[in-house]
C-alpha cells in the first residue's frame, strides 16, 4: 500500500503546474484604477489625474498561458482633449494607440491583435499633463477571461476522486479483531 501511495504523490507533483497569474494594474507618475465588470474581459482603465502637470501612464497587464487573438471593441471618453489622455494596447512593450489625437472627446471602435503564451499584453491610458481630468477606455473583449480547464485537468480529477472512492470502499471491507 506504501508503494501505491507513493507512485500517486509522484504523478499529483509531476502533473501540478503554477497558477496563471492575475492581470495586474501599474501606475507610473499616475492615480489611475480599473474597474472590472461582470463579465470576464469586460472592465473600464481610467488613467491619471494627480495634479502634478507631469506625463504618467496606467497600465492593466497580464501573461498570455497560450497563443491567442485577443479582439473586442473599446469605448473611450475624457474631459481635456484627446491628444491630452490617449489609450491603446501593449503586446510585448510595443504600444498601439486605439485613440485619435484629433478626435472628439468620446470614441469608440475595435481591435484584434495576436498574443503568443508567455507574451505580456494589456491596455493602457497615457497622460500628458495629469490635470484637468482622466482619459477613460471601457473595453469589451475576450482579454483575461478565465481559461477553460484542458482534458488532463479533468482525466486527474476523475482519476482523483476513483482514488478517493476506492479508498474509501478498501477502509469498509477491513475486519475489526480484538486481542
Known amino acids: ?14 502533473s501540478a503546474v503554477p497558477a496563471a497569474a492575475a492581470p495586474i494594474l501599474v501606475n507610473s507618475n499616475a ?11 469586460n472592465f473600464t482603465l481610467s488613467g491619471g489625474d494627480n495634479q ?17 487573438t485577443i479582439f473586442g471593441t473599446f469605448g473611450y471618453s475624457t474631459v481635456d482633449g484627446a491628444r491630452y489622455d490617449t489609450a491603446g494596447y501593449i503586446v510585448k512593450g510595443n504600444r498601439v494607440q486605439l485613440t485619435n489625437d484629433g478626435g472628439p472627446n468620446s470614441q469608440n471602435g475595435g481591435f484584434s491583435f495576436l498574443v503568443n503564451a ?5 491596455f493602457y491610458v497615457d497622460t500628458t499633463d495629469n490635470v484637468y481630468g482622466r482619459g477613460n ?38 475486519n475489526i479483531v480484538f486481542a
Open 1 to 14: 500500500m506504501k508503494s501505491f501511495a507513493y507512485a500517486v504523490a509522484a504523478v499529483v507533483a509531476l
Open 31 to 41: 492615480d489611475g484604477f480599473v474597474v472590472k465588470n461582470d463579465a470576464a474581459g
Open 52 to 68: 502634478t502637470i507631469l506625463a504618467g501612464s496606467t497600465i492593466y497587464a497580464d501573461i498570455a498561458t497560450f497563443t491567442q
Open 118 to 122: 508567455g507574451d505580456e499584453y494589456g
Open 137 to 174: 477606455i471601457a473595453v469589451m473583449s475576450n482579454a483575461f477571461a478565465a481559461a477553460v480547464p484542458e482534458p488532463a485537468t479533468w482525466a486527474m480529477m476523475l482519476l482523483g476522486f476513483g482514488m478517493i472512492g476506492a479508498a474509501v470502499r478498501y477502509r469498509r471491507r477491513a
